[in-house]
C-alpha cells in the first residue's frame, strides 16, 4: 500500500482535513498527516480531533521552509486577517485600526511553486484587492495549487455572514455547526475568539473534494508509470 506524506499547515482544528482519511481508505492509499499549528491549545484540539497525525507546535511558515522536501502534498492556510475584504468594510470605524498586509501568503505560493516537486494547495479568503498572484476563486476562498481543480468543490451552503453588522453569537455558533465542531470548540481555552476560529474553518467537503482530485492525479501518474513499465518489458 502506497503512503502519502502530507504537511498541513496553520491547521487549526482541520477544517480542510477533516474527510481525508475516507478519500485515502477509497483510494486504498495510506495517510501520513503531520499538521502544524502555533497555537497551543488549538493544537491539543486538532490532535483530540486526528489522534493519528503527528501535531506539532510551531511557527508553520518556517516549518514549511524547513521541511518541505519531506512531503508529497502540502496544504497550507495563512491567516486571513488582513487580505479580508472586512478591512475595506471597516476602515472608516474609529476603533479599527489598518495592517499592511501579511506578505508570508505570496512567500508560501512563490516558493512552493518553484522548489516543491509534490503537489500544493494554498488557501485564503477573497482579498479586497486584487491578487499579487493569479488564483482560482471557488466559492469565498481563492486556491493557489499546481494542479487543475473542479468548478464545484461542495454543495453545501454555509451561514451567511453579514459584514457590515456586528457577527453574533447565534452565526459564529451556526459555523461551528456547519465544520462540526461544536462540542470541541467549547473545550478551547486560549486567547481567540471561539466564533472566528470556527468562521475561519475550511468547508471539509471542499477539502475533501480538493484531496480526492490531487489522489486522482496520482492515481493517473502510477496508471501510466506501470503502462510504460510493461510496454517496456
Known amino acids: ?71 508529497n502534498f502540502i496544504w497550507s492556510s495563512p491567516p486571513c486577517p488582513t487580505h479580508s475584504r472586512m478591512n475595506y468594510t471597516f476602515k472608516n470605524r474609529d476603533n479599527f485600526k489598518l495592517k499592511y498586509i501579511d506578505m508570508k501568503l505570496y512567500q508560501e505560493v512563490i516558493f512552493l511553486d518553484n522548489f516543491f516537486n509534490g503537489s500544493y494547495v494554498v488557501e485564503n479568503v477573497i482579498p479586497y484587492y486584487k491578487p499579487l498572484i493569479e488564483a482560482k476563486k471557488r466559492e469565498r476562498h481563492l486556491y493557489w495549487t499546481n494542479f487543475n481543480l473542479p468548478n464545484n468543490l461542495s454543495k453545501r451552503t454555509p451561514p451567511k455572514m453579514n459584514c457590515n453588522k456586528n457577527i453574533t453569537k447565534k452565526v459564529s455558533e451556526q459555523f461551528m ?57
Open 1 to 71: 500500500m502506497k503512503t502519502i506524506k502530507v504537511l498541513n499547515l496553520y491547521a487549526c482544528l482541520g477544517g480542510n482535513r477533516y474527510k481525508w482519511d475516507e478519500v485515502a481508505e477509497q483510494a486504498n492509499l495510506k495517510l501520513e498527516v503531520t499538521a502544524v499549528e502555533l497555537d497551543e491549545e488549538l493544537a491539543k484540539l486538532y490532535q483530540e480531533r486526528f489522534p493519528n497525525d503527528t501535531v506539532i507546535v510551531a511557527d508553520a511558515h518556517q516549518y514549511l521552509l524547513d521541511y518541505y522536501k519531506e512531503f
Open 177 to 233: 455547526e456547519f465544520h462540526d465542531v461544536s462540542s470541541l470548540i467549547k473545550k478551547y481555552k486560549g486567547k481567540q475568539d471561539k466564533g472566528k476560529i470556527a468562521r475561519n474553518l475550511v468547508d471539509y467537503e471542499a477539502g475533501r473534494t480538493i484531496f480526492e482530485t490531487y489522489l486522482g492525479i496520482e492515481r493517473k501518474k502510477n496508471v501510466n508509470q506501470v503502462n510504460i513499465f510493461d510496454l517496456g518489458a
